[in-house]
């Protein structure tokens, strides 16, 4: 079956950097767009950073725009998420999802879009 397993969050005083990885197994990982969002309590799941099967498309939610790089490589069937200058609202638990998708160079930033997920990382930031 499909697994998603994201690693690399903790803890972090704001202005440093955190790398999120996504590992993907049960599936042919280039067939699919992958996407990052993030969750806070109380709060709806939320888009964060998204990118296309060939990688060379991806999207950014503008409070993470020039801070934030999303990658993926597909030989290792893995996603990456560069967080850097961090921020305390960057605090949340943040979810890698995957979408089936037969277009290839188009990226998605809607939860409803995603077929599958992982069971997320946390990331705090102090200030």
């Not at 990885?21 to 109380?42: D, E, I, K, N, V």
């Amino acid at each position: 079956q499909v697994q998603l397993v994201e690693s690399g969050g903790g803890f972090v005083q704001a202005g440093g950097p955190l790398r999120l990885s996504c590992a993907a197994s049960g599936l042919t990982f280039s067939g699919y767009a992958m996407g990052w969002f993030r969750q806070t309590p109380g709060k709806e799941r939320a888009f964060v950073a998204a990118i296309s099967r060939d990688g060379g498309v991806t999207g950014y939610v503008d409070s993470v725009k020039g801070r934030f790089t999303i990658s993926r490589d597909n030989a290792k069937n893995t996603v990456y998420l560069q967080m850097n200058s961090l921020k305390p609202d960057d605090t949340a638990v943040y979810y890698c999802a995957a979408n089936p998708t037969s277009y290839i160079r188009i990226y998605y930033s809607s939860p409803s879009e995603y077929d599958y997920w992982g069971q997320g990382t946390q990331v705090t930031v102090s200030s």
